[in-house]
């Protein structure tokens, strides 16, 4: 699964991709988790 870091780095927010369309939002627990936070529309 390739990830991304989101601007502004420090918040430490990253997403992946669903597919084409949706991607989710989501961080990393300190129980070395991922929480997720939102899914949202991707649009390039």
């Given at each position: 699964m390739h990830t991304e870091?989101?601007?502004p780095r420090e918040?430490?927010?990253y997403s992946?991709?669903?597919d084409?369309?949706?991607r989710?939002?989501?961080i990393y627990t300190a129980q070395k988790e991922i929480e997720?936070?939102?899914f949202t529309n991707h649009y390039r």
């Open positions: 870091l989101l601007e918040r430490a927010i992946f991709r669903l084409k369309k949706y989710a939002l989501f997720i936070i939102a």
